[in-house]
């Protein structure tokens, strides 16, 4: 199979060309780093003759510096997909994998004891400020118990980057049905691995604790330590994108699938976890916190194992050893 990989330069991207090539299939790197934006229709057009498939990894990530960044996240990820899509409809390309993101979901999965699967809104400034990270139940104020989400979840972005990688999964949705095509949206959870950038206010978590370990530091852990995540490798991650390329596509629609490992750590663990493996100081838990971060988000990834027969194989603490030892890109 002939892949059009857009973002095909960047951290997850060069994982699923490696995978791709792996399995004896033809990856083409389209990625700004080459000169080649998706939001360049001509350039788009000229890529795909003779693609099978597009991959799409291409967007800007990460929760960015403030709403000011709006114009170009929603610039780069939901005209720029516009832009491939509308192109493919043109070439007569029918099959899309699109890198999807839990942000789609907001806060995770939470029940109270009293009223059950709640859902709640965002946590005022004044709680965080005053040190109450968890979010209690939006009808009786008590504490809840995290879970996992499923596909089905309501979504609810939280944060401009979230609103764009639902704005695609929309825009997917929408050219499957006009096209008659399959879409599938791979919602990743929290990357991390091998190439992944070193900080910037675009990078994710693993990565800024990872950087601040090779500055002789000791990680920075936000809030109270406690926020629940789902850490995914990036080879397991480009494995889903070869699984979900490969399946028969289910025409007309859009399916989305949760990527993750399946096995929730805290963001406190995850720093102590590194912190040890890279032989650096302790982490330092400070307290603050970011604007429009969810305090838990844990995906179910059972619909991705049974109807796309993929698990992650790399385990958490192999993977963080591999990560304090491997290179970041940019470094
Ligand atoms: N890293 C994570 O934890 C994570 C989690 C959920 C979803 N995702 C999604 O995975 C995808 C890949 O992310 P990543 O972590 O590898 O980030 P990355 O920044 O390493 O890679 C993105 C690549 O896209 C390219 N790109 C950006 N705008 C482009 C444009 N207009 N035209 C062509 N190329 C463009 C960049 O040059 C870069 O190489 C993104 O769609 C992101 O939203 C990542
Ligand atoms: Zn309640």
Redesign the pocket.
């Known amino acids: 199979m002939r892949v059009l990989v ?2 095909g ?5 060069s994982h699923v060309v490696e995978a791709l090539a792996g399995r004896g299939h033809e990856p083409v790197v ?4 080459d000169g ?4 360049d229709a001509g350039a788009v057009a000229a890529a795909l003759p003779g693609v099978d498939a597009v991959c799409h ?5 990460g929760l960015g510096t403030g709403f000011g960044d709006a114009v170009e996240y929603v610039s ?1 990820n939901d005209l ?1 997909t516009a832009v491939l899509l509308t192109a493919m409809a043109d070439a007569g390309v029918r099959r899309l994998v699109l ?5 789609v979901y907001g806060e995770g999965r939470y029940e109270c004891a009293g009223h059950g699967v709640v859902r709640p809104g965002p946590r005022a400034v004044e709680d965080l400020d005053a040190g109450r990270f968890e979010p209690r139940c939006p009808r009786c104020g008590e504490e809840l118990t995290p879970g996992l989400v499923g596909e089905d979840t309501p979504v609810d972005p939280r944060n401009v980057y979230a609103t764009t ?1 639902l704005a695609q999964e929309h825009l997917a949705a929408a050219w499957a049905r006009s096209t008659g095509g399959g879409a599938v949206s791979l919602r ?4 991390y691995g091998p190439g992944m ?1 070193r900080d910037t206010p675009y990078a ?1 978590v693993a990565s800024f604790f990872r950087s601040a370990l090779a500055r002789g530091e000791a990680p920075r852990v936000f809030e109270d330590g406690g926020q629940r995540r789902d850490f995914v490798h990036v080879r397991d991650v480009a494995a889903a994108n070869v699984a979900a390329l490969e399946a028969s596509a289910r025409e007309g629609a859009l399916i989305a699938y949760n990527t993750g490992s399946g096995e929730p750590h805290t963001v406190g663990e995850m720093a102590r976890v590194l912190a040890a493996a890279y032989g650096g100081p302790e982490p330092v838990v400070t307290g603050e916190y970011r604007l429009g971060d969810v305090r838990h988000i844990t995906a179910d990834s059972a619909r991705l194992r049974t109807e796309l027969g993929w698990k992650a194989e790399v385990g958490f603490a192999e993977g963080m050893r591999e990560f304090a030892a491997a290179r970041l ?1 940019g470094e």
Do not use: E
């Open positions: 857009t973002g330069a960047g951290f997850i991207g389209f990625d700004l780093r080649l934006d998706v939001r990894q291409a967007a800007m990530v780069r720029g890198a999807g993101s839990m942000v990688k990743y959870h929290n990357v950038p994710g890109s």
